[in-house]
């Protein structure tokens, strides 16, 4: 049986097929749209810079979104300890001597419990 996810992963995989065939046959020979769809492509050579200019367009917007995020969370974190602070603090912490252990309060009696009734497992009925 498929789990839900290699369902997703198989319907993704198709559908990147399928674009990226479209993508590579368009490119070539975007005359192909008239036989198969009855679409009528006057301007070839229009059709073949859509099909260039939509994906370079989308991809560099999407790279400019992550540099623009990365820059975002650069500017706004604030920067790290330098390394010898921390190594001072850790030098500082041991030695400090240690706290002396203080003895254990004692143990207050405690009411005895009483006895919980056990519960039997519910069973699953059969659909």
Do not use: H, N
Request: proline share 13%.
């Amino acid at each position: 049986m498929v789990s839900k996810d290699q369902s997703i992963g198989g319907l993704i995989f198709i559908v990147c097929v399928i674009v990226a065939i479209f993508y590579v046959v368009t490119l070539f020979d975007p005359g192909w749209l008239t036989y198969v769809f009855g679409v009528q492509v006057t301007w070839i050579s229009d059709a073949q810079f859509w099909i260039i200019a939509v994906p370079v367009f989308v991809a560099f917007v999407a790279i400019m979104g992550i540099g623009a995020w990365i820059g975002w969370t650069m500017a706004t974190t604030p920067p790290p300890k330098p390394i010898e602070e921390i190594t001072s603090e850790i030098e500082e912490k041991k030695e400090e001597p240690a706290p002396p252990l203080e003895p254990e309060p004692e143990k207050q009696p405690t009411p005895p419990e009483q006895p919980m009734e056990e519960k039997k497992p519910e069973r699953r009925k059969k659909p």
